[in-house]
């Protein structure tokens, strides 16, 4: 209802809908998704990490586990495998086994398409400002973050990263 003329509202009034929207989206499981998401070592190098962290929390997304490691060249490898051709696969194991990274599962509605598009594209110039990448990096290799990029691959890394029974829930 409406406060009188001149009568300051009580609270706003869409304030326990959003409420609600927001309690069944945590519960629904039909909207939820999750994904593996990897602030790389340079991000933990530059202490990027809790600004990562922030962004993701703010967006609503909820973090479903995390752990800081220096990954195994067979693990890197695995992760990479899509790549096990291409001329910057050495380099880019290489990179990713250099230092400890942070791993990490977030959930959300839509959470890959969601994570990919606030970690910016991977080609320096296409990664726009707001992004992960475009505020922080102009590197193609030192690109801060990895992230899942279809719901079948966040699986398969998170089953890669955490194993079975890895995660906090
Ligand atoms: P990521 O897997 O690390 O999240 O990165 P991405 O999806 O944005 O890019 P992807 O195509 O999966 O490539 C993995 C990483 O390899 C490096 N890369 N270099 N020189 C090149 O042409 C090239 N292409 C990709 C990037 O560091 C990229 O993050
Ligand atoms: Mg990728």
Same mark, same amino acid.
């Given at each position: 209802m409406r406060p009188a003329r001149g009568e300051p509202p009580?609270?706003?009034?869409?304030l326990p809908d959003l409420r609600r929207r927001i309690l069944f989206l945590r519960n629904c499981k039909m909207a939820t998704e999750r994904t593996y998401i990897m602030v790389k070592p340079d991000g933990v190098e530059r202490r990027l990490t809790g600004e990562i962290i922030r962004r993701f929390e703010n967006r609503g997304l909820t973090l479903v586990g995390l752990k800081m490691l220096i990954p195994t060249r067979e693990t890197a490898e695995k992760h990479y495998a899509v790549h096990n !051709?291409?001329?910057f696969f050495g380099e880019l194991v290489d990179f990713v086994t250099s230092g400890p990274v942070v791993a990490m599962v977030w959930e959300g509605p839509d959470a890959v398409k969601l994570t990919r598009q606030m970690i910016g594209a991977t080609k320096p110039a296409d990664?726009?400002?707001? !992004?992960i990448r475009g505020d922080f990096t102009c590197d193609m290799l030192l690109n801060l973050i990895h992230g899942s990029d279809a719901p079948e691959t966040a699986a398969e890394e998170i089953a890669l990263w955490f194993g079975e029974n890895g995660l906090a829930r």
């Amino acid at each position: 209802m409406r406060p009188a003329r001149g009568e300051p509202p009580s609270t706003l009034p869409f304030l326990p809908d959003l409420r609600r929207r927001i309690l069944f989206l945590r519960n629904c499981k039909m909207a939820t998704e999750r994904t593996y998401i990897m602030v790389k070592p340079d991000g933990v190098e530059r202490r990027l990490t809790g600004e990562i962290i922030r962004r993701f929390e703010n967006r609503g997304l909820t973090l479903v586990g995390l752990k800081m490691l220096i990954p195994t060249r067979e693990t890197a490898e695995k992760h990479y495998a899509v790549h096990n !051709t291409k001329p910057f696969f050495g380099e880019l194991v290489d990179f990713v086994t250099s230092g400890p990274v942070v791993a990490m599962v977030w959930e959300g509605p839509d959470a890959v398409k969601l994570t990919r598009q606030m970690i910016g594209a991977t080609k320096p110039a296409d990664a726009l400002p707001g !992004t992960i990448r475009g505020d922080f990096t102009c590197d193609m290799l030192l690109n801060l973050i990895h992230g899942s990029d279809a719901p079948e691959t966040a699986a398969e890394e998170i089953a890669l990263w955490f194993g079975e029974n890895g995660l906090a829930r």
